[in-house]
């Protein structure tokens, strides 16, 4: 896995540097406007407003562009306006303008502005990025091959994006182990992986990615049939888990579809629905995304902790100390639980236009570097 | 790690070397930071599997260590394991297997050991410190680093001064807004003054800054982007701060220098130095600021349409170079690195001598 990992770090290096210009460029230009587009809408630009984990992570990208302080868990707070940028244009849900900040304490961004045009769907925002309508845009992990094969010119950063399953307290197969952990050995998470995001990703055994935790090689993510035949046998009655996926989500739907049929083979029965936040009553389980607010694997595994809390109940300790063997101790407490199902790591993606210049894929727990870019000239 | 004022560089794991308990089963060394692990590893062995217990011992590699590195750190476990009365075996039956993975994550290298007992396991871990990546030997010009300090804030230029008799270091930092004194005392640097650089405009994302001591510590010079700060640096307060137009500016002066001579460079500095009758030039690579980087030596050609020649191995750096200029000592030259894995910005000397 941690090959792997650094295998397409190099590739997309490589890639990086092959786009490159020719002649030296290394003092940045200012001036022009960065036209970004991304999947999310974001209908509000209240830092306080509670959205889907995409919207979230979405304005906590834009809050990054307009507010100068971070708090540790990943949100940002304090004037508005003492960010590098300010807002100059919102169209909730479909577009917001930004202009830079001449007065930002950090030096003013090289671009005069920024337009983020939301809600566009991947195959637009492809296809943008190809006739040259757009700088940067998001791609999903599953389409980065796509992407490749077209000729873009593609950035991909660290898996820092957990998708997993949790169980909803008080479901009657929430509460039986077995159940549980026979769901979790049932699911064949490499070939999710290599089918479904296209290798684009890596699959979790645990909830902190190898290159965090160092530790994440000893959790299985194989299948194991022979066990979770044993354990399905052993839970009385035939109702079926139901597991419950975002109705806007097809990532989320081909997964579930795919654990359906592994759950089928190993003996048991999953049946999946489309849900929105409160509208399936009956699911037993329901998908999750996690994204990582920091590299530092003690600090997301305790953001994870608050936010999974009351799911987790009893076991969901606070991450005692911060050496490798306590960080550790805790995450296989958790995820012995099996309340939580690690299913994959996913990268943050961008497609990126010849002329974007000083780009950088946001690390863990950093905003959009939208001030730390420059226009060149496309070559 | 983060430092909440500028403070000097914490003091990197000492570098000595190690030899494995039995000198005559050597094939390599490791550092003080390995043994120390693998020794305490050893340790919570004895207790959990009391010797002359058989173990069956693996090791594997899933980081960055190459193989000579991981080959000496299993010699020497393998040998420490052995002086405690250990017998090692391979295959069963044993009383315990012991399979150690070599790992690694943002906080460095870990020593991951799981240990079975039947369908008993246990995992512990021992993390170790990554350390300085140790200088590679060099042929023609030869370059020796000197980290001298590191912040998180940007450096734009910094000066050594030659202290006077008797009198303590002094280092200067050139930052966005402000001119910071540094005396150097047993503790390391400390904050000794300040002067505030007013910004009589809002300051630029990518400042220029230069400090120029050439003409004395009495006649000091501070210039950034369209300000210059002049006086006696031996009196912080009494430096005075004026606009200023930027043409002449030196970083326009080595710009152009550069791309008259080192076209291929990011930036470039004659620094004072002839090897073989040529001059030598210090430069960085031409990548962007979200690559590490580079100083590499540079023969200039004496003869006209003889153009520069690479000489010698570069000083790989842990991010992009973003200041290089000649100190005024001969082969000596000063650069400022933002670390890509910390975000510190590090002041570094280097100092290039003529090689065999």
């Not at chain 1, 169209?91 to 090289?110: I, K, L, Q, T």
């Not at chain 1, 796509?146 to 994006?161: C, P």
């Not at chain 1, 979790?184 to 979790?204: C, H, M, T, W, Y």
Request: negative net charge; charged residues 20%; aromatic residues 8%.
């Amino acid at each position: 896995m941690f090959e792997r990992l650094a295998a397409s770090s190099l590739f997309v290096a490589v890639l990086l540097a092959a786009a490159g210009p020719a002649e030296p460029a290394r003092r940045p230009k200012y001036g022009g406007t960065l036209r970004v587009e991304i999947g999310a809408v974001v209908s509000s630009l209240d830092p306080a407003a509670v959205g889907t984990a995409e919207e979230s992570a979405a304005t906590a990208g834009i809050d990054s562009l307009l507010y100068e302080r971070r708090n540790p868990e990943g949100t940002y707070a304090g004037v508005v306006g003492s960010g590098p940028f300010r807002v100059v244009q919102f169209e909730p849900g479909r577009r917001v303008v930004v202009a830079a900040n001449d007065n930002f304490p950090g030096g003013r961004p090289y671009v005069d502005s920024v337009e983020i045009q939301m809600g566009r769907p991947p195959h637009d925002r492809l296809v943008d990025l190809e006739l040259d309508r757009a700088d940067i845009a998001e791609i999903p992990p599953e389409e980065v091959r796509r992407a490749l094969e077209r000729g873009m010119r593609v950035s991909v950063g660290l898996t820092d994006e957990l998708v997993a399953i949790v169980f909803v307290p008080g479901r009657p197969f929430a509460e039986d182990a077995r159940a549980r952990e026979a769901l979790s050995r049932s699911i064949d998470r490499p070939a999710i992986v290599n089918f479904i995001l296209q290798k684009e990703g890596e699959p979790a055994g645990g909830v902190l990615p190898q290159w965090s935790s160092g530790t994440a090689f000893l959790y299985l993510t194989a299948v194991n049939v022979a066990a979770a035949r044993r354990l399905w046998s052993e839970i009385s009655g035939s109702r079926k888990i139901v597991l419950g996926y975002d109705a806007g989500d097809s990532l989320e739907q081909s997964i579930a579809e795919r654990i359906a049929v592994d759950v089928r083979e190993a003996g048991g029965a999953v049946a999946v629905g489309a849900t929105k936040p409160g509208l399936l009553a009956n699911e037993d389980a329901r998908f999750v995304r996690l994204r990582m607010t920091s590299p530092q694997p003690r600090d997301a595994l305790e953001r994870y902790l608050r936010s999974l809390g009351p799911i987790l109940g009893a076991n969901a300790d606070p991450v005692q100390g911060a050496t490798p063997q306590q960080i550790y101790d805790t995450e296989r407490a958790i995820v012995s639980t099996y309340r939580i199902v690690p299913l994959v790591w996913l990268p943050e993606a961008y497609g990126v236009s010849m002329r974007v210049r000083d780009w950088k894929t946001p690390a863990p727990g950093q905003g959009w570097p939208f001030a730390d870019v420059w226009l060149g000239d496309a070559p | 790690m983060a430092f909440a004022h500028g403070t000097y560089p914490p003091r990197t794991q000492a570098l000595s070397f190690a030899s494995p308990p039995s000198a005559n089963q050597a094939t390599g060394t490791i550092s003080l930071a390995w043994t120390d692990e693998l020794r305490a590893l050893g340790d919570q062995l004895v207790g959990i599997f009391p010797p002359p217990a058989t173990v069956d011992l693996q090791v594997s590699n899933i980081s960055l260590l190459s193989a000579n590195e991981v080959a000496a750190i299993e010699e020497w476990l393998r040998t420490d394991l052995g002086s405690r009365r250990f017998r090692l075996v391979d295959g069963e039956p044993v009383d315990a297997q012991v399979h150690v993975t070599l790992s690694e994550g943002t906080q460095g290298y870990l020593i991951v050991a799981q240990l079975r007992r039947g369908a008993d396991e246990q995992v512990v871990i021992f993390p170790v410190e990554k350390p300085a990546t140790p200088a590679k030997p060099v042929g023609g010009v030869a370059l020796t680093d000197e980290l001298i300090w590191q912040q998180p804030g940007n450096i734009l230029d910094f000066g050594l001064p030659q202290p006077e008799a008797g009198e303590a270091s002094t280092l200067i930092v050139l930052e966005v807004g402000r001119i910071a004194f540094y005396v150097r005392d047993p503790e390391g640097w400390q904050l000794h003054d300040s002067v505030t650089i007013p910004p009589m405009r809002p300051w630029l994302r990518a400042p220029r800054g230069y400090l120029d001591l050439s003409r004395g510590m009495e006649n000091g010079t501070a210039m950034l982007s369209g300000v210059e700060c002049k006086g006696d640096f031996r009196h912080p307060g009494a430096i005075v701060c004026s606009f200023v137009s930027q043409e002449g500016a030196p970083w326009a002066t080595q710009e152009e220098w550069r791309s008259k001579n080192l076209r291929s460079a990011g930036d470039a500095a004659l620094i004072s130095l002839v090897c073989n009758g040529r001059e030598i030039a210090l430069a960085t690579g031409s990548g962007d600021w979200t690559q590490t980087d580079f100083v590499e030596g540079y023969e200039i050609g004496a003869l006209k349409g003889q153009g520069p020649m690479a000489s010698g191995n570069p000083l790989e750096l842990g991010g992009p170079v973003t200041a290089l200029w000649p100190t005024g000592t001969s082969g000596l030259a000063r650069f400022v690195v933002r670390n890509l894995q910390s975000g510190n910005y590090e002041a570094h000397r280097v100092r290039a001598t003529c090689g065999q």
